[in-house]
């Protein structure tokens, strides 16, 4: 199967204010993708419907092939997934809930879960309620390593996650997707994280789906320009050439697909006079502020 | 699967049923321990003439106990369901989601079943101890109603609890007293007779209840 997610015209409200409309994206089968969007543009409505806790107003999504909203029991065993927050059943301890989780999948494996537990030193009998969010973490990371899935959608896998068990997290997935040729769906709020862990991207902005490519393709052909502007302030529309445009006093910075001469072009024939034009190395973060803008 | 989903809920309810198994204990020595005295001081025809003529009740502290160990069992079991929106976890799990919450419910009205009638077979045997058949009997029938109001409150919090939205939490509460009200409305001998069948039915057509909220829930009418 090529692509393990397929999402088709989505289109979801809550009451009359909308999330997004005919939003469309796939994930190919052993591929990390990451959903990006700023706060309130449907990043865990969209999660949500995948796993079939929220029906949209219109289209669908297919896991497996199978419609989210009617996801039989083999479906879902191959599917892990991550609350946003890392919960788990709190009133649980270390060995309960990995004797509770087992008992629903057959191809269960513990040693990967308790491998993970001894290397925390935590014991079998702490509760989950006792201990703190990074540990959490690492014990709902453990639960889904044991039940293998064969796709694992991981809801802000780094709130409330200090930098220390974010890369124990991030290295811990990258390592175990490619390994194990495993289809991942993560979002998270701290962008930088996924630079090194995804290979495809989704960017949502508040009308639906901005952009969606590979990571190598979005990283070496999105660009971000700053120059000067030599007669005073002006500000560019978004077109074909100009993805975003910044800009405080003289000092302007234009986001493009364009190459630089495609673009010193374009400001040319707009009449535009520049000097210092520069291309600006970028960061995933940086590419996302340019492609969604500030606000 | 019952199985299965019994160990996460026995997880959840073993310390609130143990303490509805001690409360109910301790009504019940304390009921019996008052019986005992008041014979002591009386005679036993007089004690009876009260209780069969006057409708003096010896057993009324039992009144809000059922009451009060369903709203406990619905409390412990569902809050934690909801609490960070933790019943997706379960809704995930590789079961039919109705058949899941059907299970839960059944595991906790059964629980409560299971209770009230070992409590109910020791009053009724410690009962013998002090009176008549036709008096105990009488009074089990009396105290019938509790146990259902116990099995019906029951399932009208978990029913509240799962559901999403606060308005409608709040208008069921209201429609929940109310309704809870006609099983409480008063200890006279045998005032229920008439009507217990049809109680006993509405008991259990609503122990059915929570699938409806569970399904709000499962379809995200939470915003």
Known sequence: MEYAVECRNLTHYYGSKKVYENMSFTIKTGSILGLLGKNGTGKTTTINILNGFLEPKAGECYIFGENSQYLSSETKSRVGFLLEGHIQYDFMNIYQIEKFYSQFYPQWKKDPYYELMRKLKITDK????????????????GLILAQDP???????FSMGLDPGYRRLFVEFLAEYGKAENKTIFVTSHIIQDLERLIDDVVIMGYEGVILQS???????NFRQYDFKLKNGPVDLEKDDVVTNFDRVKNHASLYSFKSPEEVQAYLKNKQIEFEDFVEVPMTLEDAFIGITGKY | MIKKIFYKEWLKIRWAYLAIAVLFAAVMIYIFASVAHTYKFNL??????NIIFRGISFYSSLRYVPLFSGLLLAAVQF?????????????????????????MAGIG?????????????????LGYAFFPAEIV??????????????????????YIIL??????????ILFAVGFGNLFLYGWFYNIYDRVLIGMLIVTILLSISVIYSGHRFKKGVYK
């Open chain 1, 126 to 141: 702490q509760k989950i309620s006792t201990m703190s969010c990074g540990q959490k973490s690492q014990v709902a990371l």
């Open chain 2, 137 to 158: 009997h009488s009074a089990v029938l009396t105290t019938f109603p509790w146990y259902l109001l116990g099995l019906t409150a029951y399932s009208l919090a978990s």
């Open chain 2, 44 to 49: 036993a025809a007089t004690y009876w003439y």
């Open chain 2, 79 to 103: 809050i934690p369901e909801i609490q960070k929106k933790r019943i997706k976890l379960t809704f995930h799990l590789p079961v039919n989601e109705y058949n899941v919450l059907l299970v």
């Open chain 1, 214 to 220: 590979s990571m190598d393709y979005f990283m070496n």
């Open chain 1, 150 to 156: 064969d796709l694992m959608i991981m809801d802000d």
């Open chain 2, 163 to 172: 559901e999403p939205m606060w308005k409608r939490r709040i208008f069921y």
């Open chain 2, 109 to 125: 009205f059964l629980s409560l079943v299971v209770m009230f009638g070992v409590y109910c077979l020791i009053f009724l045997l």
